[in-house]
């Protein structure tokens, strides 16, 4: 009976910034979400997205279309999606993976979605076991679970406060040698790894993907942060493009999965606008057919198509150049005030909780806090952050910067 349903645990991130909602203490800074604000504390427009909105909002017929878009969303932005992943971001190999069809492509709501349509086409059809960072984005569990994995597995990812490269793959050939039967998935963050900020360098890339190919793993690069590492959006596409590249992987036999997310780097949070893409195997057309099929019966069978207006924005920005332009002026502004909002904390904190602040990067600080610490920041500072230590740094700002040091070197000493 209904009675008999259980309460699920809050989640993790959200519940965080309704507690900060209810909390009537003056001096209160939310930390929490990946959400960019200014230097101001507000949450805002891009300039690019601006004057995208507005030449939408004075093309009649753009504006006024409130009709459904196709299931696997609309074939401009589409064509304009692949054309920056696989055109700009990696103009090696994309392009022409494009000619030759090999790219199954949906529009999602945002790169929770692609994740969510990636795991479920995966769990009906090829794997059911993924391997997920330890630590990583808690999301990742939570949808793999839901869409039909039945075996999650971690991979250490950072101990100490350094990446475990050796231990992460020497895990993988022990664990999936054992298990030759099953058909492992694993999730790589493309960059600005959440929540460490800390990625692999290209040579341990190099070895990641080699191990990845070797031992038959099927890759599902999470790219939701595409642009916050370098404040260039096609540079930060380099696992991509490493793993795209064809001299050292004539091709991925189950599918490179691509799911990525306008939410952060176009400030589109809310609008849900990113993109699954399936690379299929060369000389086989029959395949890209098939899952493309497979995809429209999934979103089909849970939200029948995605929404329109925050695609169309996507859209404009990325297929005009002016705007193109502007946005990676934007993205660059965004980038350069959250690496400021880190070399000013590095430079007021004490404490020595610091060893790779410097080294991270794209939204967060992962501060090493531990959990106890992170509640006294809260119960006694009104500092949210998650439970984790992750803080937000573009909730950092002039006018609260000192306050946010003085309390986190206080709660280091406990
Ligand atoms: N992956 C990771 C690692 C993330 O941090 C996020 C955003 N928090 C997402 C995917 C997806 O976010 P969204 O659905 O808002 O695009």
């Known amino acids: 009976s209904l009675e008999q349903i259980p309460r699920a645990a809050p989640d993790r991130i959200l519940g965080l910034t309704e507690q900060f909602a209810r909390d009537t203490r003056r001096q ?33 017929e753009l504006n006024t279309d409130l009709s459904y878009l196709p299931i696997t969303g609309c074939p401009e932005y589409s064509s304009a999606v692949l054309s920056f992943l696989f055109g700009e971001s990696c103009p090696q190999v994309g392009p022409r993976l494009l000619e030759e069809g090999r790219v199954s492509f949906a529009q999602t709501l945002s790169g929770t979605g692609a994740l969510a349509v990636a795991s479920k086409l995966l769990a009906l059809f090829l794997s059911r076991t993924v391997w997920i960072s330890e630590p990583s984005w808690p999301n990742h569990q939570n949808i793999f679970r839901s869409n039909g994995f039945t075996d999650l597995r971690t991979y250490p990812y950072y101990q100490n406060g350094r990446l475990v490269v050796d231990e992460w793959l020497e895990k993988l050939k022990t664990e999936v040698r ?10 790589l963050h493309a960059c600005c790894h959440n929540p460490t900020g800390l990625d692999p360098t290209r040579e341990e890339w190099v070895r990641i993907l080699d191990t990845v190919h070797e031992l038959g793993m099927i890759p599902i690069l999470d790219m939701a942060y595409q642009g916050l590492e370098s404040g260039n959006p096609p540079a930060d596409a380099y696992v991509l493009r490493m793993a795209l590249d064809e001299k050292r992987y004539k091709c991925w036999p189950n599918g490179l999965f691509v799911c990525q997310s306008f939410a952060k780097n176009m400030g589109l949070y809310g609008e849900r606008v990113g993109s699954l893409s399936v690379v299929t195997p060369p000389a086989k057309p029959h395949v890209r057919e098939h899952v493309d099929s497979q995809l ?27 705007l193109r332009m502007q946005w990676y002026k934007d993205v ?9 909002v880190r070399h000013n904390m590095h430079n007021l904190l004490k404490w020595p909780g610091l060893m790779n602040f410097q080294q991270q990067h794209g939204m967060f600080y992962y501060t090493g806090l531990s959990p106890k610490q992170v509640d006294v920041l809260r119960d006694k500072y009104s500092i949210y952050m998650t439970m984790d230590g992750r803080l937000s740094l573009s909730g950092v700002n002039d006018h609260n910067i000192d306050y946010v040091c003085e309390a986190l070197d206080a709660v280091s000493k406990i």
């Open 296 to 322: 429209k019966q999934i979103v089909r069978s849970i939200y029948s198509s995605p929404p329109g207006y925050g695609s169309r924005v996507a859209t404009m920005v990325l297929s005009k150049s002016f």
């Open 332 to 340: 660059a502004f965004m980038t350069e005030r959250l690496s400021q």
């Open 178 to 187: 054992k298990d030759p039967e099953t058909r492992h998935s694993i999730i």
């Open 28 to 60: 209160k800074v939310n930390l929490t979400v990946g959400v960019y604000k200014d230097g101001w504390g507000q949450v805002t427009t891009f300039p690019s997205v601006a004057r995208a909105q507005k030449l939408i909002d004075s093309d009649f």
